[in-house]
């Protein structure tokens, strides 16, 4: 057991599923799916892909609605949440004394804001500036945050490093509270990109049918966009002040496959690592756990090795313990994915119900496992795992802990 | 910051490594010996110019702490560089406006990100700790001293912090291409909770304004190749030389390093 558990005391949220917690968790739990499609069309080549796109999220109560809508999209996303979890923790603008961190899980941004301004006319990604902060240093200095800010990105695994690296701020005393989170929004160029990849479904015409994991038919994953931030405090602290507890970050642990920059290792043992890592940094056993929420992006191969993971970790407990992909509704958010899926996790533990995998039709045999498809479940949730792994053969597990 | 007391780690090795274009477009067609035999010899070919001085650096870092490469497979790996992707992405905006999207390298994300250089270097060392990117802009330095020194250790025996940038930063023409002699710098810095034999310096983490400003003869918030340049300078076996960066918070990050006669040798 750890000295001193570090609780989630406040949740923002801005994706296709809603821009609240209360609305997110109620079309997650519903199984609606938020996936559309979209064209992107440039020198005469079209491509049309199925795709979850998250509206843009409004000012923040007391924020200026004209200076928030000029600023850059990702950034209104961060500001949205960022600033509805403080207020949900109940940290009001007066705060001085309390010390707050932010650590962002934001993979692309640069790529995407050079990508902005040049649609936009502008020459940033030609002319070498040295000055233009990162999203995190842009938002911490408009919250007028006083802690020590991070950008950390390890590609789709980059959320659950950002949580896990604000739980050791909290720790080591660094900080009195921290933000923690992701954030994705998604160009056209980007979307070229992963198309190029042969990593997205080409369902476009039937796209609430496209993201399918663990599903014999599945031929590639849907790209969505959002942002997920929370407030993470000491137990303590947040007794002590007599805040709402979402959940304890239990547990986190974090390997690499040091195999390949894309395509994840076929050796299922450096995930299950991760999650070995994660579940005795909790100090809890496979039997324990009552809900993971897969990584299963929906691509042939990743699904598998993640299957054949959860197996070598959890042996015969396998069979009983719930898995779902909330990928097959939310679209898969790359940088903050982790995010939106702790966020699915909170659902989980809030509602005492289980999300359910859409699109699982017919599970691939070589992906065997206690699903929950097409529809939630009633269950009772204590203990949620959630999985996220990226490029650069990242896998990393995050543990959530209904709060005492 | 009221973060009482200091942290250290101790620095058991550094490397450093500065080319300009030409010589990165060499460095990608050659491996470290240490890289693991079944590596493809392309494996650099769409490398960010980053992650080939990256590598450079690692490789510098390891021949100077005369320990086998073996014994980095249970290492951590934190990069952190400074405007990671930016030649790729002068390009990439060319590309798609002539061809629109079927013209995107399906390389750009998995090269060119944030993560792309830990992601590379996990790979090369055969490293299955965590590895993850940090900062990316401006204050990457002290974003990456940061991550390394407060990440957790638990299942590594250290933790590599790789430190890349460009100095000056290249300037591109209108149509993509590179119009200066932009050099790309890379420092790698060996960090280990416990302190080992031929140890060439510390990292500490310092809440106490007093204990930080009583430290003379340090260079101030050194970017990625500010830093590579001083390391390369010191005199071999000689004394210890402070770089220090402010955390935004309060409190500061403080290297010490020397340069050891294993550097020496390293250099030579």
């Known amino acids: 057991m750890r000295k001193c558990p570090v609780v989630i005391t406040g949740v923002g949220a801005a994706t296709a599923l809603g821009h609240d917690f209360t609305t997110f968790a109620a079309n997650l739990l519903a199984g609606r799916s938020a996936a559309g499609a979209v064209t992107d069309a440039q020198a005469g080549v079209e491509i049309r892909l199925p795709f979850c796109a998250a509206d843009d999220p409004p000012a923040p109560p007391d924020w200026d609605a004209q200076t928030f809508q000029s600023m850059p999209r990702s950034e209104r996303f961060v500001l ?92 080591l005393g660094l900080v009195d509270i921290c933000l923690a989170g992701g954030v994705e929004t998604v160009t056209p160029i980007c979307r070229s990109a992963f198309n190029n990849l042969r990593a997205l479904s080409r369902r476009a015409d039937e796209p609430q049918k496209a993201s399918r994991p663990f599903d014999a038919d599945r031929d590639g994953f849907v790209m969505g966009e959002g942002a997920a931030i929370m407030v993470l405090e000491s137990a303590d602290r947040a007794r002590r002040r007599g805040a709402r507890t979402y959940a304890e970050v239990a547990g986190f642990g974090a390997s690499s496959d040091a195999f390949h920059m894309i395509i994840p290792s076929s050796d299922p043992a450096p995930a299950a690592a991760a999650m070995q890592a994660a579940l005795d940094d909790a100090a809890i056993r496979p039997d324990q756990v009552d809900y993971v929420n897969a990584h299963a992006t929906s691509t042939p191969v990743g699904d598998k090795g993640e299957a054949r993971a959860l197996h070598t970790v959890f042996g015969p407990h396998v069979a009983r313990v719930p898995v779902s992909s909330t990928k097959s509704i939310t679209g898969h958010l790359l940088s903050a994915a982790a995010a939106v899926e702790a966020l699915a996790c909170l659902a989980a533990i809030e509602h005492q119900a289980i999300p359910p995998t859409l699109n699982l039709d017919a599970p691939d045999p070589e992906c065997a496992l206690c699903h929950v498809p097409h529809t939630s479940i009633a269950h009772p949730v204590n203990i949620a795992v959630s999985n996220s792994f990226g490029f650069g053969g990242s896998n990393t597990t995050l543990v959530l802990r209904k709060a005492a | 910051m009221t973060h009482s007391g200091e942290a250290c780690l101790h620095l058991s090795s550094w490397g450093t490594a500065r080319a300009d274009l030409s010589a990165i477009a060499a460095l990608r067609k050659s491996l470290p010996a240490w890289a693991p035999k079944d590596t493809p010899g392309h494996f650099l070919k769409h490398a960010d110019e980053q992650t080939v001085l990256a590598v450079a650096a690692l490789d510098a870092a390891i021949g100077s702490s005369g320990r086998p490469t073996s014994d980095y497979h249970d290492w951590a790996i934190v990069a952190a560089p400074r405007f990671i992707g930016r030649l790729a992405g002068g390009a990439t905006l060319q590309r798609y406006s002539r061809g629109g999207g079927s013209a995107i390298s399906p390389h750009l994300i998995p090269q060119h990100s944030l993560h792309s250089i830990s992601g590379a270097l996990s790979i090369l060392l055969s490293s299955r700790q965590p590895n993850f990117g940090v900062g990316g802009t401006g204050h990457s330095m002290v974003e990456g001293l940061l991550a390394a020194h407060t990440f957790p250790q638990s299942g590594s025996q250290g933790t590599w912090l790789i430190a890349t940038g460009w100095e000056p930063e290249p300037q591109l023409d209108a149509t993509g291409n590179c119009c200066n002699e932009p050099v790309c710098h890379a420092v790698a810095l060996a960090l280990q909770s416990a302190q080992q034999d031929g140890s060439c310096g510390r990292l500490r983490l310092l809440g106490d304004y007093q204990s930080i400003e009583s430290s003379a003869g340090h260079y101030w918030s050194e970017s990625a190749a500010g830093l590579c340049c001083r390391l390369a300078e010191l005199v071999p076996n000689g004394p210890a030389t402070c770089f220090g960066w402010h955390l935004p918070s309060g409190g500061a990050l403080i290297l010490e390093a020397t340069n050891t006669a294993a550097n020496l040798r390293a250099a030579a």
């Open chain 1, 80 to 171: 949205w949440c960022a600033a509805n979890a403080l207020s949900d923790a109940g940290y009001t603008a007066a705060r001085p004394e309390v010390r707050i961190g932010l650590v962002l899980g934001s993979g692309g941004e640069l790529l995407r804001r050079w990508e902005g301004n040049w649609s936009a006319g502008g020459r940033e990604v030609y002319e070498g500036r040295t000055d233009s902060p990162t999203l995190a240093e842009s938002a911490a200095r408009q919250l007028k945050l006083n802690g020590p800010v991070a950008t950390i990105a390890a590609a789709c695994a980059s959320a659950n490093y950002a949580f896990a690296q604000a739980r050791r701020w909290i720790e």
